[in-house]
Every structure is written in structure tokens, then in C-alpha cells.
């Protein structure tokens, strides 16, 4: 089975920016009914992909993601996926021998900022840079499927 172990966190400053080796646009959506999974379509810069995640909560889900024709993804987006859509730019950054992504949100979840970073296991060991914050890897309301039912916009008015 194809897994995915992720951690998130929220950041303490904007330190990071100055350490981005590149940065990419993203629009997603997430079709509507899935119960068992989140099934994501998603537009990265000029290429598209079907993603399969479990709806597991925590570091460790089932992930499968497929390649599929820009313009078939962008029809997805318009008609078959749950809105808002979710926007943002993915920023990377290397800090001492991991890959940071660093998602700065638009739209709806224009001013929320996560910093996930993929690892080999559980337990990996990695740096924590000084711009990162707290962990956030439980909690829902941080993943881009429960973005789509509650953005960030409405969580300034709990």
C-alpha cells in the first residue's frame, strides 16, 4: 500500500521566505460524496493529478496519486468538485536534509500558512527550523479537504 507520512506546523515569522528555492501555484478541489477517502483533483503549476488519501487523521495515511490531462482537471475543478477550491502557492525550502513545503493559502484561506514536511517513518529525526511552530498534524481543521467545508476566513469568527 502506498503511504504518506506528513507532519504540519504553523510558523513563528516569515524567517522562512528568505530560504525558498522555488515556489508553485496550486488549485485543488475535492469531489463530492467520498466518504472512506478524500479524492483530490489538483492543478501544480502546468500539470494535474488524481490523490487518494485516506481520511485518517495523524502523520500516517494511505496515499495514491495518478497523472491525468490538464484539461481534463481543470473541467473537474469546475464541475465536479466541492467549492471553495482550495489556492495557494506552494514555497520549498531545504533545511538540513529535508525538504520543507511551505503552503501560503489565498482565496478563502487567504492569511494561513502551514509548513508540512514528508518523512521516511514515524520516528524520522529532523531539524526543526527556527521559523517553525506548533504542530499541528491532528487537527482537522488544518488538512485542504476540511478547508473546502470550513475556511480559514470563518475561523476568526469562533
Known amino acids: 500500500m502506498a503511504e504518506e507520512i506528513e507532519r504540519k506546523f ?8 528568505g530560504a525558498v528555492q522555488r515556489s508553485v501555484a ?3 478541489g475535492y ?3 467520498a466518504r472512506q477517502a478524500s479524492v483530490r483533483v489538483r492543478i501544480e503549476g502546468e500539470q ?12 500516517r495515511r494511505a496515499e495514491y496519486e495518478y497523472p491525468i ?3 481534463d482537471a481543470r473541467e473537474m475543478l469546475d464541475t465536479l468538485c466541492e467549492g471553495p477550491l482550495i489556492e495557494k502557492t506552494r514555497h ?17 484561506n487567504a492569511g494561513l500558512r502551514v ?13 526543526r527550523p527556527g521559523w517553525l ?6 487537527e482537522a481543521r488544518y488538512y485542504n479537504v476540511m478547508l473546502v467545508k470550513h475556511p480559514y476566513r470563518e475561523w476568526r469568527d469562533e
Not at 10 to 17: A, C, G, P, S
Open 69 to 71: 490531462p490538464l484539461a
Open 10 to 17: 504553523l510558523l513563528l515569522n516569515e524567517d522562512w521566505r
Open 115 to 127: 509548513a508540512e514536511i514528508e518523512l521516511a517513518h514515524e520516528d524520522e529525526p529532523f531539524a
Open 92 to 108: 520549498y525550502v531545504e533545511h538540513q536534509g529535508h525538504t520543507w513545503e511551505i503552503d501560503e493559502f489565498h482565496g478563502d
Open 31 to 33: 469531489l463530492l460524496g
Open 48 to 59: 494535474a493529478n488524481l490523490n487518494i488519501k485516506g481520511v485518517t487523521l495523524g502523520v
Open 133 to 138: 511552530g506548533a504542530e499541528v498534524s491532528g
Open 26 to 28: 496550486f488549485a485543488q
